[in-house]
T-cell receptor, first 112, second 114 residues
Framework: GQQVMQIPQYQHVQEGEDFTTYCNSS?????IQWYKQRPGGHPVFLIQLVKSGEVKKQKRLTFQFGEAKKNSSLHITATQTTDVGTYFCAGLSGAGSYQLTFGKGTKLSVIP | KAGVTQTPRYLIKTRGQQVTLSCSPI?????VSWYQQTPGQGLQFLFEYFSETQRNKGNFPGRFSGRQFSNSRSEMNVSTLELGDSALYLC?????????????FGPGTRLTVT
């Protein structure tokens, strides 16, 4: 079955440093989504990428979808303490699939 | 719009018992998915319902079942509970648009099996 690998599992950064998490799928994806889960909370949708090579930005967050549509990344510039949480990628494998496969997430800690 | 609601929020059960969890999606959303979240396995897909039909099922034993009602509310049932079923159970609703769909998660039901 489809697998989505996400690295690193944990990341500790000093406030103001950049942060990147990477997602890799075993199969070609029709789209990929990113979610953030704050400690004690539930996943919250951040963005969806659909096109090969797509890049989207949300303020300090930059999302990329690989050319082969098998990998993706989330980059945060100049982290803040409000960025703390676990970031998940989730891939949708193809037409007719109604199942999102989640990566195990990257837990981000920001040291003030 | 009100968000996704799940009841109960916390539950403690004994091994061998069964449990039913409830999820009310955002108004107008017809798709409801269920996930099990544990520290070791992350978010694992259980099943997805759309218009009362189960369209997809994850790799979980038959003890895990679900259903969706005509008003899109959904329930999941776990029979013969095992210690390993202790987890946060999340439901998510979506309004299908295009080839993908963003999911809106509820706060979850924290199930503890003793």
């Amino acid at each position: 079955g489809q697998q989505v690998m996400q690295i690193p599992q944990y990341q500790h950064v000093q406030e103001g440093e950049d942060f990147t998490t990477y997602c890799n799928s075993s199969t070609t994806l029709s789209n990929i989504q990113w979610y953030k889960q704050r400690p004690g909370g539930h996943p919250v949708f951040l963005i969806q990428l659909v096109k090969s090579g797509e890049v989207k930005k949300q303020k300090r967050l930059t999302f990329q979808f690989g050319e082969a549509k098998k990998n993706s990344s989330l980059h945060i510039t100049a982290t803040q303490t409000t960025d703390v949480g676990t970031y998940f990628c989730a891939g949708l494998s193809g037409a007719g699939s109604y199942q999102l496969t989640f990566g195990k997430g990257t837990k981000l800690s920001v040291i003030p | 719009k009100a968000g996704v609601t799940q009841t109960p929020r916390y539950l403690i059960k004994t091994r061998g018992q069964q449990v039913t969890l409830s999820c009310s999606p955002i108004s107008g959303h017809r798709s409801v998915s269920w996930y099990q979240q544990t520290p070791g396995q992350g978010l694992q897909f259980l099943f997805e319902y759309f218009s009362e039909t189960q369209r997809n099922k994850g790799n979980f034993p038959g003890r895990f079942s679900g259903r969706q009602f005509s008003n899109s509310r959904s329930e999941m049932n776990v029979s013969t509970l095992e210690l390993g079923d202790s987890a946060l159970y999340l439901c998510a609703s979506s309004f299908r648009q295009g080839i993908g769909y963003e999911q809106y998660f509820g706060p979850g039901t924290r199930l503890t099996v003793t």
